[in-house]
C-alpha cells in the first residue's frame, strides 16, 4: 500500500536520499524538456513555443491519471498524500503576482534552478531575487496573515468543490489538455519562431 | 543555434519532445507521490534557506515571527535538513547532467538581443523578489502548486495556475522588448 | 534520444490518455473511503488499555522533545486559542478523517475532560488503519490537575512528596504553578485553579511548533 513513507516503510534519513534523487530526476526533465533557457520559457507568453504548457501539462495529466488508478486498484490512499489547503483570495493574488515575476524574471524558482545549473548568468540573480522577495514577505508577514489566511477552504479538491464524480473530472482534464496540445500545434505553426528564425 | 542538429559533437542536441520530456516529468511527480506520500517543489527550500539565514543572524527576530517558524519548527532542527532542500539539491545535479550530456553547458545570458546584460540582470532580480513575494501568498510556486496540487485536483492549485498564465500572459507585452 | 520523433507518437500518447480519462469517467471514485475495521484487534487494544496516555507522560516526552508523535485537540478553535498543550494541533472531530496526520507517528488525541469525544476519534482513526493512537487519560482537565498545577496532599507519603517535586519542575517549564500543599485534602479543583493563558510562543497560531510546510 503506498505511499509508502506514510506507511513507515522507511526513515527520514532514507527519504532525503529519495529526496535527492527524485530532485535529480525533475532536474533532468526539466532540462531534457528546454525549461533551462529563459528564452524558450518566456516566448510561451508571446505564443512563440508554447513548450512551458505542452510539458506542465503532460507532467500534469501523467501523474493525475497515475494516482487515479494506484487509487481505484487500491494500491494507493490517496487520502494520504499531501496537499496545501486552499486560501481562495491570497493564492489568486499570488497567482498573479507568480505571473508577473514569471514574465519579468523569466523563470520560476524550480526552472531557474536548472538554468543556473548549465551556467546561465541571469537566473542567479533571480534567484538572488526569490531570497530577498521571501525575505520581505517574511518580515511584513506579521502585517499581512490576515489576508495571507483570509478565506480558508481547507483540504477541498475540484470534484468535492463542484460535487461531481473525480472520475468525470479525470476525463474532462484530460480532454482539455489534449484539445489544448492540438491548439498550441496550431497556434505554434502559425505564430511560432519559423525555421532559421534562430531559436 | 540551440535547436539546430550539427555533425559537431560538441554542439548542443536539440530539446526533446516536449510530450515525452512532460511524460518523464509526470512519472517523477508520480513517483514521488507513490514512494513520499507528496510532489514536488522548489520555493519551499528556498524559504527554509532565507528562515534558516535569518535565524542565524537574529535568532530572536526569527523565532517571533510566524512565518519563520513555520520552517524553523522549535529550533532543535536544523532548517535545512529538509526534504525539499536535499530535493532542489538534486534538480541542479539533474538539470547539469541532462546539460552535459546534451552539450548545453556555456555561461550565457538569457536574454532578447536587443537587451543589454545589465538591465536583464536588474529584470531578473526584480522578477525574482515578484516571484518569492507571490509563491508565498499563493503558498508555493509553480512545480508545488500548479505541478502537484493540479495532478492533485486541489482546489487552490488550480485557481493559482490559471492566475499564474493569466498574470503572465497580461504582463507579457510590457516586457516584451527583453524577449523578442 | 527523441529527436525529430515521428508525430505519430505524440498520438499515440494523446490515445493512450483519452482512453484512460474515459475508463476513469467510469470508475468515477478512486477514494476508498470505507475502511475496513478489524474488530478483534480493535477489542484486543482496549483490553490491553494500550490506548491511552497519561499527562505526566505525555509531559516528559514534550519536555524531552521528542519528535515522535502528534498532538491533536480536538477541542472548538475558541477554546483552543484560549489554551491548548504545547506542540498541540486543533482538529475537530469532524475534520479528523480527511485531516493529513502521518501514519508514521503516534497520535495523541485529547479534548477536555469528555473522554467521549476522544474516544470517538480514536476509533475513527483505529479505523483507518492508524495504529498508534493514543487517549490523554483523563483529559485536559487531569492534565492541569497533575501537570500544570501539581498539589501535594498533606497526609501524602515519601514517594508521593519526591513525584510532586518532579512536577514541581515540569509545571514551570509549561507555563503552570505548583500549588503547594493542599490542606483540605481533596486535591484543587479545576475551577479553583489560576487563569490559564495560551502558553508562550504558541499565540495565535493554529499550528504545532514543528514544521509542517510540506509543499513548496
Given at each position: 500500500m503506498s505511499p509508502f513513507y506514510k506507511f513507515g516503510y522507511f526513515g527520514d534519513e532514507a527519504s532525503f536520499i529519495i529526496a535527492f534523487i527524485t530532485g535529480i530526476g525533475f532536474g533532468f526533465f526539466l532540462e531534457k524538456g528546454g525549461f533551462g533557457s529563459g528564452n524558450k520559457l518566456a516566448a510561451q507568453f508571446y505564443f512563440k513555443d508554447l513548450t512551458v504548457f505542452k510539458v506542465m501539462f503532460t507532467a500534469i495529466i501523467t501523474a493525475m491519471l497515475g494516482i487515479f488508478f494506484l487509487g481505484a486498484f487500491g494500491l494507493m490512499d490517496i487520502s494520504m498524500v499531501y496537499t496545501t489547503d486552499t486560501f481562495m483570495i491570497p493564492q489568486i493574488v499570488g497567482g498573479l503576482l507568480l505571473g508577473l515575476g514569471f514574465v519579468v524574471g523569466g523563470y520560476c524558482p524550480g526552472t531557474s534552478i536548472v538554468s543556473c545549473s548549465i551556467g546561465r548568468i541571469d537566473p542567479i540573480f533571480y534567484v538572488i531575487g526569490i531570497f530577498v522577495g521571501i525575505f520581505i514577505y517574511g518580515e511584513v508577514y506579521p502585517f499581512i496573515s490576515g489576508f495571507a489566511n483570509s478565506t480558508p477552504m481547507g483540504r477541498i479538491t475540484i470534484p468535492e468543490y463542484f460535487n461531481i464524480s473525480y472520475g468525470i473530472i479525470v476525463f474532462l482534464v484530460v480532454l482539455m489538455a489534449i484539445g489544448g496540445f492540438i491548439g498550441s500545434e496550431w497556434v505554434e505553426k502559425k505564430y511560432g519562431y519559423k525555421k532559421g528564425d534562430g531559436k | 543555434m540551440e535547436n539546430e542538429i550539427k555533425k559537431d559533437s560538441k554542439s548542443p542536441k536539440p530539446y526533446w519532445n516536449p510530450y515525452l520530456a512532460g511524460l518523464g516529468l509526470g512519472l517523477v511527480l508520480l513517483a514521488s507521490f507513490v514512494i513520499m506520500g507528496r510532489g514536488l517543489g522548489a520555493s519551499g527550500a528556498m524559504s527554509s534557506a532565507v528562515a534558516a539565514g535569518v535565524s542565524v543572524v537574529a535568532p530572536g527576530h526569527a523565532m517571533s515571527n510566524e512565518f519563520y517558524k513555520e520552517y524553523l519548527g522549535d529550533g532543535t532542527k536544523n532548517p535545512l535538513k529538509d526534504w525539499l532542500v536535499f530535493e532542489v539539491i538534486g534538480v541542479f545535479v539533474g538539470g547539469f547532467l541532462s546539460g552535459t550530456f546534451s552539450h548545453r553547458i556555456k555561461r550565457s545570458v538569457e536574454k532578447g538581443p536587443q537587451y543589454t546584460d545589465k538591465k536583464r540582470f536588474v529584470f531578473a532580480f526584480v522578477g525574482g523578489i515578484l516571484m518569492g513575494f507571490g509563491a508565498k501568498l499563493g503558498r508555493g510556486c509553480t512545480s508545488g502548486q500548479a505541478l502537484t496540487g493540479g495532478s492533485m485536483l486541489n482546489l487552490g492549485s488550480w485557481a493559482f495556475m490559471l492566475c499564474v498564465f493569466a498574470g503572465a500572459y497580461a504582463f507579457a507585452y510590457f516586457v516584451r522588448r527583453q524577449w523578442l | 534520444m527523441a529527436i525529430n520523433l515521428p508525430k505519430t507518437i505524440n498520438s499515440k500518447l494523446a490515445a493512450l490518455a483519452v482512453v484512460l480519462g474515459v475508463i476513469a469517467l467510469f470508475v468515477g471514485n478512486p477514494m476508498k473511503n470505507n475502511a475496513k475495521v478489524n474488530l478483534y484487534e480493535i477489542s484486543q487494544k482496549i483490553e490491553e488499555s494500550k490506548s491511552k496516555v497519561s499527562p505526566e507522560t505525555l509531559a516528559e516526552w514534550i519536555i524531552a522533545q521528542k519528535a515522535d508523535f502528534a498532538l491533536v485537540d480536538l477541542r472548538d478553535e475558541?477554546?483552543?486559542?484560549?489554551?491548548?498543550?504545547?506542540?498541540?494541533?486543533?482538529?475537530?472531530?469532524?475534520?479528523?478523517?480527511?485531516?493529513?496526520?502521518?501514519?508514521?507517528?503516534?497520535?495523541?488525541?485529547?479534548?477536555?475532560?469528555?473522554?467521549?469525544?476522544?474516544?470517538?476519534?480514536?476509533?475513527?482513526?483505529?479505523?483507518?488503519?492508524?495504529?498508534?493512537?493514543?487517549?490523554?487519560?483523563?483529559?485536559?482537565?487531569?492534565?492541569?490537575?497533575?501537570?500544570?498545577?501539581?498539589?501535594?496532599?498533606?497526609?501524602?507519603?515519601?514517594?508521593?512528596?519526591?513525584?510532586?517535586?518532579?512536577?514541581?519542575?515540569?509545571?514551570?517549564?509549561?507555563?503552570?504553578?505548583?500549588?503547594?500543599?493542599?490542606?483540605?485534602?481533596?486535591?484543587?479543583?479545576?475551577?479553583?485553579?489560576?487563569?490559564?493563558?495560551?502558553?508562550?510562543?504558541?499565540?495565535?497560531?493554529?499550528?504545532?511548533?514543528?514544521?509542517?510546510?510540506?509543499?513548496?
Open positions: - | - | 475558541k477554546q483552543f486559542n484560549e489554551y491548548h498543550i504545547t506542540q498541540a494541533e486543533n482538529i475537530q472531530l469532524q475534520k479528523l478523517i480527511k485531516s493529513n496526520l502521518p501514519k508514521t507517528q503516534k497520535i495523541i488525541l485529547y479534548s477536555d475532560n469528555d473522554g467521549f469525544v476522544s474516544a470517538q476519534a480514536w476509533f475513527l482513526l483505529i479505523s483507518k488503519n492508524y495504529n498508534n493512537v493514543y487517549v490523554l487519560d483523563g483529559g485536559l482537565d487531569k492534565w492541569k490537575k497533575n501537570v500544570l498545577f501539581p498539589s501535594l496532599s498533606a497526609t501524602a507519603n515519601s514517594e508521593e512528596k519526591a513525584k510532586f517535586e518532579k512536577m514541581k519542575e515540569v509545571c514551570k517549564f509549561f507555563g503552570g504553578m505548583a500549588l503547594g500543599v493542599d490542606s483540605t485534602n481533596s486535591g484543587a479543583s479545576v475551577a479553583g485553579m489560576p487563569k490559564l493563558t495560551a502558553p508562550a510562543g504558541g499565540g495565535a497560531a493554529p499550528k504545532s511548533g514543528k514544521p509542517k510546510k510540506e509543499g513548496c
